[in-house]
């Protein structure tokens, strides 16, 4: 089992830049997939990005293809978004989700509810 907290959310202009992390506690991170969600107010859950347990394979939404990064650092149980070019439609409680997988795979879960673990969120503004 895991355990996650995302932190480095906030307020920020649009055109601005925000770094989110997901720490996770456990000796065995890197037998897990991570992925970002987002939820808006009064919007359903959507995929963000995932990325394998080793790096290999990342997947990105088109609405956020070119302008975010997904990375991990399996040694620091922790994978980090990087999100530039922010947008207002950006805005939204940021999760991420993790699920164990027995080895390494080019395809990551992209489905909410392929996702056993999740974080609390982190707030995401960015002002017109």
């Known amino acids: 089992q895991v355990q996650l907290v995302e932190s480095g959310g906030g307020l920020v202009q649009a055109g601005g830049s925000l770094r989110l992390a997901c720490a996770a506690s456990g000796r065995t991170f890197s037998t897990y997939a991570v992925a970002w969600f987002r939820q808006a107010p009064g919007k359903e859950r959507e995929f963000v990005v995932c990325i394998s347990r080793n790096s290999a394979y990342t997947y990105y939404a088109d609405s956020v293809k070119g302008r975010f990064t997904i990375s991990r650092d399996n040694a620091k149980n922790t994978v980090y978004l990087q999100m530039n070019s922010l947008k207002p439609e950006d805005t939204a409680i940021y999760y991420c989700?993790?699920?164990?997988?027995?080895?390494?795979?080019?395809?990551?879960?992209?489905?909410?509810?392929?996702?056993?673990?999740w974080g609390q969120g982190t707030q995401v503004t960015v002002s017109s």
């Open positions: 989700a993790a699920v164990q997988l027995a080895y390494e795979t080019a395809y990551t879960p992209r489905r909410a509810d392929e996702y056993p673990y």
